[in-house]
């Protein structure tokens, strides 16, 4: 049996990559902060014969995220991909522009978008090496390659994740694992800024399921359109 780990599953993107690996046999882990969500989740999976199960968990309680993983790989026995792209790829609300940025500011993006993936990364890692296979996809907006001035601090944060996620691929090379960037040039289902165009999770989600599949050598997909 094989299985998925989304963090940051919700009813847009995570939903859409589920359903892909879904449909396709994996059994579906779903790790976020809301219990609620996630259950309603699961619900919408089960409809389509998708098997799903929660495992709340804060990203920014790193302790909390590592114990859902290692939960998740007990109850699906073993954690086969994991995606992560928490709170819809932007993260938290607080947003600023480079000349407004503080320290604080990014520090605060780090810990969501870089530390969190490190954490979660390390909670899978060691058995996907034990197996020789395994997928890690790190998820994150075009504004890491193309910064916008709006997010400044959340671009700064996310291409640090993209580095990070890059040099990943590269130290895996040759051992069966595959780690791989997705950054996302649209906006997704809703318009965020007027000059981006609008893509629906459907689009999207096929990407996830190529870089596990027949385009293990990559390191970096941007979807745009």
Do not use: C
């Amino acid at each position: 049996m094989t299985s998925i780990a989304i963090v940051g599953a919700g009813p847009r993107l995570g939903l859409a990559v589920a359903r892909t690996f879904g449909s396709n046999g994996f059994d579906v882990a779903l790790i976020s902060r809301s219990r609620e969500k996630l259950e309603g989740l699961v619900g919408t999976l089960a409809s389509e014969d998708i098997t799903a199960a929660a495992f709340p968990a804060d990203v920014l309680d790193r302790d909390a995220l590592t114990q859902a993983l290692k939960d998740a790989a007990a109850r699906f026995g073993g954690i086969d991909v994991l995606e992560y792209s928490p709170a819809g790829v932007l993260g938290t609300v607080l947003m600023t522009a480079p000349a407004e940025t503080e320290p604080a500011h990014v520090q605060q993006q780090i810990e969501f978008h870089l530390y969190g993936a490190i954490a979660a990364t390390q909670a899978v890692l060691p058995t996907m090496r034990e197996a020789g296979t395994g997928t890690l996809l790190y998820t994150t907006s075009a504004g890491s390659i193309n910064p916008e001035p709006l997010i400044a601090n959340v671009n700064a944060a996310m291409a640090a994740l993209r580095n990070w996620a890059v040099n990943l691929h590269k130290e895996l090379d040759g051992t069966g694992i595959q780690a791989a960037h997705v950054g996302i040039d649209v906006a997704i289902g809703t318009a965020f800024l007027p000059h981006i165009p609008v893509a629906e999770p459907e689009e999207i989600a096929p990407v996830y399921w190529e870089l596990h599949t027949t385009h293990r050598d990559q390191a970096e997909r941007v979807f745009r359109l």
